[in-house]
Nanobody, 126 residues
């Protein structure tokens, strides 16, 4: 059974930085498409960034240039380095994974990702 466990959320000042992590177990990490999503109350869950088994990354326009997604196969861990944080970045951040397409991120909407973590909360204060 694939399990994803996020950590590293917390409260950070506007303009600050934070790194969140997601440890994966139960499946060959190197063969997974991995992604970060976020959600605020009353809004749909939105994609933030993806990274395929081939290392190819994509970013939402709202975070491009500020966030960096990466993966460490030796540690079975996904990361999201967030810099220059804005108030609108406050959300619950979810790690998601898909074994489809051999780990290539070809379908990365919420319906295309069968495995999810429980989320970690990022709060931004002024």
């Amino acid at each position: 059974q694939v399990q994803l466990v996020e950590s590293g959320g917390g409260s950070v000042q506007v303009g600050g930085s934070l790194r969140i992590s997601c440890v994966v177990s139960g499946y060959a990490f190197s063969r997974l498409c991995m992604a970060w999503f976020r959600q605020v109350p009353g809004k749909d869950r939105e994609g933030v960034a993806t990274i395929g088994s081939d290392g190819i990354t994509t970013y939402a326009d709202s975070v491009r240039g500020r966030f960096t997604i990466s993966r460490d196969s030796a540690a079975n861990t996904l990361y999201l380095q967030m810099t220059n944080l804005k108030s609108e970045d406050a959300a619950v951040y979810y790690c998601a994974a898909s074994p489809r397409f051999g780990g290539a991120c070809l379908q990365t909407d919420v319906y295309g990702m069968p495995y999810w973590g429980k989320g970690t909360t990022v709060t931004i204060h002024s």
